[in-house]
Structures are given as C-alpha cells and as structure tokens.
C-alpha cells in the first residue's frame, strides 16, 4: 500500500491542524492505520492508530484528549484532526499501515513521506 500524508504547516500554540493521509493500492484501506511523529533529535513516537472499521482507536498519552484520528475507507483516506496544538506537538507526521496495532514503529510496514506540523508559542 502507497500512503501520502498531507495537510501539515504552521500554527499557533493553541490553533488546530487537520492531517490527511490517502492511501493506494490493492486493497489499500485493509489494514489498521496510524500516525507516528519524529521530532529532531527524538525517537519515532506512536500518535494514534485506527481499525479497518473504525471501530478501535487508539492514542498516545501525550495526545490524548487534543487528537482525535478517524478513516474515510471510500475515500481511501485517514485523518488526524489535532487541537490545542502545543509547541511540543513540533514534529514530521507520518502515517502508517499494518496488519496490527502497536506503538512501535519498527513493527509497521507500510510508510507515507510525511508532513511538517511546526506549533509556535
């Protein structure tokens, strides 16, 4: 599966950004999907994941209650809609497909380029 996140940019601490990424290929949407987030000089850090139905969500604790992460599977396409952003949100936004969920990265394989989100004070 292709993935290509979007949506990305510059936004005052406190502001809201709305991440797309769509997705292509053979049963492109068939798959749990999820954003991870690299700051520089930080690890890969897990954001959020979804289901194939949308039925299971699941957050990282620094985001909880801020993000909220959803799926169009018509529109072969997922969404992190971010609120009361804050400079520690700075960071490249990727997004991801697996056969599972898990907060580790290394255990996903399907990658989009990602996007810069940069929050300032």
């Known amino acids: 599966v292709q993935l290509q996140a979007s949506g990305g940019g510059l936004v005052q601490a406190g502001g809201s950004l709305r991440l797309s990424c769509a997705a292509s290929?053979?049963?492109?949407?068939?798959?749990?999907m999820g954003w991870f987030r690299q700051a520089p000089g930080k690890e890969r850090e897990f954001v959020a994941a979804?289901?194939?139905?949308?039925?299971?969500?699941y957050y990282g604790d620094s985001v909880k209650g801020r993000f909220t992460i959803s799926r169009a599977n018509a529109k072969n396409t997922m969404y992190l809609q971010m609120n009361s952003l804050n400079p520690e949100d700075t960071a490249v936004y990727y997004c991801?497909?697996?056969?599972?969920?898990?907060?580790?990265?290394?255990?996903?394989?399907?990658w989009g380029q990602g996007t810069q989100v940069t929050v300032s004070s």
């Open positions: 991801a497909a697996n056969g599972i969920a898990t907060m580790r990265s290394e255990d996903w394989s399907s």
């Open positions: 290929g053979p049963t492109s949407m068939s798959y749990y």
């Open positions: 979804i289901s194939w139905s949308g039925s299971s969500t």
